[in-house]
């Protein structure tokens, strides 16, 4: 079935008990392993483009997740979910998709591009042998032509760690959500090779960071703590005091401090289709 077709079909109205659910996530996590070298070979394909390394490991880690989420199925619920592609995203919006019988249009950019491909058709695989049509789609690119097109077909657009599609879209009913999205502020010239690391690796996940020079600490914590489309807020410093009041004062956000902020593959995850 074609995007357009797609688009105003009505998904499959599946019914989903927690026997059900199991046995389509063992299918699913069955079906990761054994296709195993096609993700691989895939991501050897994406790392041409960016450095992002996907594992097998952490996909099965999030399957394993859902396995005590309370399946609430709606009656034709449609979402548009806009993100960059991280593949253990993907995953994650399927998933929820699948227990909450949410119709998904998925609109990310070339980021991860092969990886997504195949995990797509690995999840579109299982969910036909369950009967579970017309439920999750796909669109090639993000243009706001394009989507303008479709939005009027779903009940709600969400994009997630994206503000640069966020702002294009402001005038819309959008929701947005954080992913990774950074904010860093570094205070001592020793620690400057470590800011040097987490920059690098945020762009080579494509991970929105923004770094602040000029700024004094105070004047940083309230940029950050105003900031809704930031959900991480480094300090790079060798001042205690400086270190008690950033952590004292930053509210809502991930702190780290003088520490790796990527200790965990994925970021925080919310329930994206609600």
């Given amino acids: 079935m074609d995007l357009e077709t797609g688009i105003l079909e009505e998904a499959s109205r599946y019914t989903l008990s927690q026997k059900t659910l199991n046995s389509l996530l063992d299918n699913l996590r069955e079906n990761i392993i054994k296709n195993s070298n096609l993700i691989m070979d895939a991501n050897k394909i994406d790392v041409k483009h960016n450095k992002k390394q996907i594992k097998v490991k952490e996909l099965i880690e999030i399957i394993e997740k859902y396995r005590k989420v309370d399946c609430v199925l709606n009656d034709d619920e449609r979402r548009i979910v806009i993100y960059k592609g991280d593949p253990y995203l993907t995953l994650h919006i399927c998933l929820q998709a699948v ?87 570094c205070d001592s010239d020793d620690l400057q090779k470590l800011q040097e690391a987490i920059y690098i690796y945020s762009n080579e996940n494509e991970f929105e960071i923004e770094i602040f020079h000029d700024e004094t600490l105070e004047e940083v914590i309230e940029i950050i703590n105003s900031d809704k489309t930031k959900d991480i807020a480094i300090l790079l410093t060798k001042d205690d005091k400086n270190k008690s009041v950033f952590i004292d004062k930053i509210k809502g956000k991930t702190i780290f401090v003088n520490e790796n902020p990527f200790k965990s593959e994925v970021g925080k995850i919310y329930n994206y289709l609600k």
């Fill in 99 to 185: 227990v909450q019988r949410t119709k998904v249009l998925l609109i990310y950019e070339d980021f991860m591009l092969a990886v997504n491909e195949i995990l797509l058709k690995l999840i579109n695989d299982i969910l036909e042998e369950y009967k579970i049509f017309n439920l999750i789609y796909k669109m090639d690119n993000f243009s706001k032509k394009e989507f303008n097109k479709v939005k009027n077909f779903y009940d709600k657009t969400i994009i997630i760690g994206d503000t640069t599609i966020y702002q294009i879209l402001s005038e819309e009913n959008i929701k947005f959500y954080p992913y990774n999205n950074i904010a860093l502020y």
